[in-house]
């Protein structure tokens, strides 16, 4: 056995286990239903995200392919120390094509699947995975997402791939809260339209508007880590 590159500190996990904890109870406080809290660990190193583990968090989520396969092992390995179930990583950022086969052994839930030609290679590197078909929500060019219009055709595609389509994600726009409440508002009703049960909406900024909307995921990094050190 190697030692876990990557131990949790106790401050760091106190920390985060105390965060989670309010944001579980505000979430509680607008809704009876089961939320999902991912906790977003992209740009922090893999002792943060052990440090989420440790903390009780099972569901991590990542933006950037070759950072989730450089963290995937140290990862696991404390799982494996802690004692505690595989982590589930969902993938949330935008992803070319030729990344697929290099997290494709580390991802549970494919978050970010905008058009067709990225659902049909992660159905090629990953038969059968579960996705969510990320919506266009802002307009904003940086975010990915597939017009809400094209929204039913891609999910129709992915079906037609093998892939288990859970349901639909979307990022709001940056700014006030509200702002995002209308685009939030459309994914939960297509989404009711199409017969998916999961809605990941909402970030450290705007999940109180994504609860109240229909959330049963929410993705949040800085409320619960802390602010990202800068990319190097
Ligand atoms: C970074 C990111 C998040 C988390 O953002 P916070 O503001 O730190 O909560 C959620 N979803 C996506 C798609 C992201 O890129």
Request: proline share 9%; charged share 30%.
């Given at each position: 056995m190697t030692t876990p590159s990557a131990p949790a500190d106790p401050a760091l996990v106190e920390r985060i286990a105390e965060r989670g904890e309010s944001l579980r109870r505000r979430i509680a406080e607008r809704t009876d239903r089961d939320v999902t809290v991912v906790c977003v660990t992209k740009a922090h190193p893999p002792a943060v995200a052990a440090a989420a583990l440790a903390a009780g968090f099972r569901d991590l989520g990542e933006n950037y392919a070759q950072e989730l396969r450089d963290k995937a092992a140290p990862v696991a390995e404390v799982a494996e120390a802690l004692g505690s179930a595989p982590v589930r990583w969902h993938f949330i950022g935008r992803l070319q094509?030729?990344?697929v086969r290099l997290i494709a052994p580390a991802v549970?839930?494919?978050?970010?699947?905008?058009?067709a030609s990225l659902a049909s290679q992660i159905a090629g590197r990953a038969p059968g995975a579960a996705v969510l078909v990320q919506l266009?929500?802002?307009?904003?060019?940086?975010?990915?997402?597939?017009?809400p219009d094209e929204a039913p055709e891609l999910v129709a595609r992915c079906r037609e791939l093998?892939?288990?389509?859970r349901g639909l994600m979307g990022v709001g726009p940056p700014?006030?809260?509200?702002?995002?409440r209308p685009g939030f508002r459309r994914l939960v009703a297509m989404a009711d339209d199409l017969g998916l049960p999961e809605r990941s909406i909402g970030m450290s900024a705007d999940l109180d508007v994504a609860v109240d909307e229909g959330a049963t995921i929410v993705r949040v990094g800085s409320a619960l880590v802390g602010p990202r050190p800068p990319r190097t």
């Open positions: 094509t030729n990344k549970s839930l494919w978050e970010s699947v905008d058009r266009d929500l802002a307009g904003l060019p940086d975010r990915g997402g597939c017009p093998g892939l288990d389509v700014g006030d809260p509200e702002l995002a």
